[in-house]
């Protein structure tokens, strides 16, 4: 693997605190920059038709945070304009509606912002070691509803 180092101006996390949709705003905020762009992923409750608990993420966080530099580097290389990036993921037990990963894209065109924004998310979700582990409902033998879980690659998970 190669290793990349980060620019100044972008800024990269694994962390197990909540993530702040405006915190990373400011991060790629400038005023030479037209568009913000941020995606933010969060725990819904249901996926596959299993009604879901929590998620829980863990990560290879020094080969993540690479895959995050990589990403940026590659959004550099393709779209000349993008002023800052900003890319952050939990890890950790989260509940429903906790935000999972943000992604903040600042640029002086949106148009450049959107597709950096989306290559970013994409490129994360296939690329970067990170896991999560689905906690949901089941019915069990007696009838009863029980918590079970299991553990999948976040690059197998379909949105």
Sequence with gaps: MITIKPRVEDSFGITLAPLSVEEIYSKVDNPAHGAVVIMSGMVRNQTDGKSVVALEYQAYEPMALQVFYQIADHIRH??????????????????????????AIGCPHRDQAFAACEYAI????????????EHYYKIGEDGSRVVDSSWISINNCQH
């Excluded at 393709?78 to 992604?103: C, F, M, N, P, T």
């Excluded at 994409?122 to 582990?133: E, V």
């Design 78 to 103: 393709q779209w000349s304009d993008i002023g800052r990036v900003a890319i952050y993921h939990r890890i950790g037990r989260l509940s429903i509606g906790e935000i999972s990963v943000l992604v």
């Design 122 to 133: 994409d490129t994360l979700k296939h690329n970067a070691p990170i896991w999560k582990k």
